[in-house]
């Protein structure tokens, strides 16, 4: 364990540099506050790689998840962020400091936000990461508008799966949705669910694994295959595109045990933003009740740093040399 020093501690830590800590870390460092970001990945978070967000507020013709990526980053750095590049590995309490574990070694800070996001699990077959974000999609609210008139193919059993396929008949002529085993969506979406398959709009494949996801020569996806694991048989469904909702996996294996979290491991915090360690704050897709789009990422990174100053301003002096 390294001891203290003026060298590796901030007055604030941001973990991630996605949409949700970069907003924040315009907020504290046009303030004048000491902050610093670690990202293990890409500055941007997923907004980086997303091909075109087109719901983001502000932008009526939509823009490259990149470019969004690009000019958080470059605001969040004139003011002065430093973003590092390592992962943080473990976070500790030690009273008026923060002590987080990085591979660039121990890092201290009055306050740390946790804006880690989560990762949507992945099915893991041939052609899903071939044709990522370009015919197969992991977020309705994000994707679904740009699949108008066409047919689609949802993966998944569970409530989000049924709940997004429903949402999804807003735009797409027809979807198959393919479930590994059988349903497990509540008993009311399921009754719900009957009511589109029964106008046609939704055919339900029971006990059907999804095995390769296909393209054609342009390479857009036009076919889905998998199995009827009762018969055997192989399944080909022709489709426009693919939406995969077999979980979330957040990004909060770090800090286990250290903050309360909900049943899937999303991070629960008070109404100011504040998880159940004092003086660690959360923002975007990492914290329970969160939207999952950038808009909202953005607005919570704001408000914590908000909180943020607040909490500083009450807690401890900010002038105060680290
Ligand atoms: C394919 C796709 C398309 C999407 N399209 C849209 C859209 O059109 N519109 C929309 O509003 N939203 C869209 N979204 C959702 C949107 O991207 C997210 O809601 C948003 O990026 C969340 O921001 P965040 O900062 O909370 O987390 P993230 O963007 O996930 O950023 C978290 C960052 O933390 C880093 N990190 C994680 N753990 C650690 C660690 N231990 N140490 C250091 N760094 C760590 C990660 O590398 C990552 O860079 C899309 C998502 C995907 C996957």
Redesign the pocket.
Known sequence: MAERTKENSHTVIM?????????AAIYTTREDIDTML???????????????????PGFPE?LA?LEL?GNLQKQAERFGAVIDF????ALHDEGDWKRLE??LGDLYARVVLV??????KKLGIPGEAEY??RGV???A???GAFYRDKRLVVVGGGNSAVQEAMFLTRFATHIDLMVRSKLRASDVLQKELQKFVDQGKITVHLTTTTDEIIGDAEGKVVQVKGTDTESGNEVKIDTDGVFVFVGLKP?S??MAGQLETDEIGLIKTDENLMSSMKGVFV?????SG?????????G??ATAALKIREYLEGHVNIQEEV
């Open positions: 973990v991630g540099a996605g949409p949700a800590a970069l907003s670690i990202e293990k990945g890409v500055p941007g978070g997923l907004a980086a790689v997303t091909d075109w967000v087109d719901n983001y939509g998840g990526a390592g992962e943080v590995t990085t591979t804006a880690t996001g989560s990762d949507y990522y974000a999609h992991y977020c609210t994000c994707d990004n294996e770090f923002a975007g897709d990492i914290r969160a939207t999952m789009q950038v808009a909202s990422a953005v919570e990174g």
